[in-house]
T-cell receptor
Framework: DAGVIQSPRHEVTEMGQEVTLRCKPI?????LFWYRQTMMRGLELLIY????????DSGMPEDRFSAKMPNASFSTLKIQPSEPRDSAVYFC???????????FGQGTRLTVV | EDKVVQSPLSLVVHEGDTVTLNCSYE??????LLWYKQEKKAPTFLFML????IEKKSGRLSSILDKKELFSILNITATQTGDSAVYLC????????????FGKGTHLIIQP
């Protein structure tokens, strides 16, 4: 298996634009997590899905953030409109079962100018 | 509020030294503690600990959990420059969520 695949790897966008980050989890994994990493706050859980259903989105910072998982092999995290303070590395991770080892994608480095 | 605190924040040692990284936690319903190594990109899994007092070992790395005192340590012996990375501690079990609560990491630099 190729592991968790995220795209794009890097994105630079102007504030106010819509940003869509994409994730393909490891085949067969039933949990998918979106994390955000910044120097100030470290790694923070934004939202996670179990069997494509959002379970906990309490980490999503604002209504500008939304996430979907239309099927078991694809998820998106959307920011609309984007702001400079959204600049961070966004990681997607998947696991078989909830609290056990989660495999991380390579991350998307987002810069909003 | 669930908390994971790692210390030190950064550490610079010489190759061959032994280092001990610390992680203390407070979570609502502890289930497991995980250590990850993050180099330039994605965190990669090192250990998962669920029981107190049982050491997990992988080569020069080892880790142990104390559920009474709510902490874990990660030891690296005979360090090499390739061990330079950010080491992340994460805990599963906060408010019923299945996601992980991460500490801010220890930035370890091994000098030749």
């Amino acid at each position: 298996d190729a592991g968790v695949i995220q795209s794009p790897r890097h994105e630079v966008t102007e504030m106010g634009q819509e940003v869509t980050l994409r994730c393909k989890p490891i085949s067969g994994h039933d949990y998918l997590f979106w994390y955000r990493q910044t120097m100030m706050r470290g790694l923070e859980l934004l939202i996670y899905f179990n069997n494509n259903v959002p379970i906990d989105d309490s980490g999503m910072p604002e209504d500008r953030f939304s996430a979907k998982m239309p099927n078991a092999s694809f998820s998106t995290l959307k920011i609309q409109p984007s702001e400079p303070r959204d600049s961070a590395v966004y990681f997607c991770a998947s696991s078989l079962g909830g609290e056990i080892e989660a495999f991380f994608g390579q991350g998307t480095r987002l810069t909003v100018v | 509020e669930d908390k994971v605190v790692q210390s030190p924040l950064s550490l610079v040692v010489h190759e061959g030294d032994t280092v001990t990284l610390n992680c203390s936690y407070e979570v609502t319903n502890f289930r497991s503690l995980l250590w990850y190594k993050q180099e330039k990109k994605a965190p990669t899994f090192l250990f998962m600990l669920t029981s107190s007092g049982i050491e997990k070992k992988s080569g020069r790395l080892s880790s142990i959990l104390d559920k009474k005192e709510l902490f874990s340590i990660l030891n690296i012996t005979a360090t090499q420059t390739g061990d330079s990375a950010v080491y992340l501690c994460a805990v599963a079990g906060g408010g019923g969520a299945d996601g992980l609560t991460f500490g801010k990491g220890t930035h370890l630099i091994i000098q030749p």
